[in-house]
Antibody, heavy 117, light 105 residues
Framework: EVQLVESGGGLVQPGRSLKLSCAAS????????MAWVRQTPTKGLEWVASISTGGGNTYYRDSVKGRFTISRDNAKNTQYLQMDSLRSEDTATYYC??????????WGQGASVTVSS | DIVMTQSPTSMSISVGDRVTMNCKASQNVGSNVDWYQQKTGQSPKLLIY???NRYTGVPDRFTGSGSGTDFTFTISNMQAEDLAVYYC???????FGGGTKLELK
């Protein structure tokens, strides 16, 4: 069974950093691209970042470029989202998703991130 | 950015109804549209990929169609467990529609 489990969410002050992890199981992690998607009641679902199978290619939405870094460790079956210079508008539930031909076919349960002083 | 406009934003339906919702892309996305179901408190779940392909294990009452800029998602025989918010997403650059919420009449 495919499982994606996010961790690392929490409350953080504006300008500070937070790192999310997504532990994968039930499939050969290194064969799949991965992504992060966030959701808020006001903006809905937003793609945040994606990474290729080997980690050599990464992609970001404009609003997080230069602040967020997506990475992966195929030996640990885990992907990460390093979030720096956090803003209040980054407050959201962050989902980890598996990519198959650019389709997000499996999602984690989500990690809540709140940016507030 | 490619904008995905979903309609309607909500629908009041009864069990057994045929439910149809639409998604319009601001530019041609080919067949690269997927449909997701999100129940309260859960993460989105893939139902239809590449406009018309049912994902593994998805009941055949769920269908998708369309290409280019106009896409349709249909539930042929609404069940109580289908109450959820449904989202379209274009996978060329990964943008989502605003969702269609199904509620019981």
């Amino acid at each position: 069974e495919v499982q994606l489990v996010e961790s690392g969410g929490g409350l953080v002050q504006p300008g500070r950093s937070l790192k999310l992890s997504c532990a994968a199981s039930g499939f050969t992690f290194s064969n799949y691209g991965m992504a992060w998607v966030r959701q808020t009641p006001t903006k809905g679902l937003e793609w945040v970042a994606s990474i290729s199978t080997g980690g050599g290619n990464t992609y970001y939405r404009d609003s997080v470029k230069g602040r967020f870094t997506i990475s992966r460790d195929n030996a640990k079956n885990t992907q990460y989202l390093q979030m720096d210079s956090l803003r209040s508008e980054d407050t959201a539930t962050y989902y980890c998703a598996r990519l198959v031909l650019r389709v997000m076919d499996a999602w984690g349960q989500g990690a809540s991130v709140t940016v507030s002083s | 950015d490619i904008v995905m406009t979903q309609s309607p934003t909500s629908m009041s339906i009864s069990v057994g109804d045929r439910v149809t919702m639409n998604c319009k892309a601001s530019q041609n996305v080919g067949s690269n549209v997927d449909w997701y179901q999100q129940k309260t408190g859960q993460s989105p779940k893939l139902l239809i990929y590449k406009a018309s392909n049912r994902y593994t294990g998805v009941p055949d009452r769920f269908t998708g169609s369309g290409s280019g800029t106009d896409f349709t998602f249909t539930i042929s025989n609404m069940q109580a467990e289908d109450l959820a918010v449904y989202y379209c997403m274009q996978s060329n650059s990964w943008t989502f529609g605003g969702g269609t919420k199904l509620e019981l009449k």
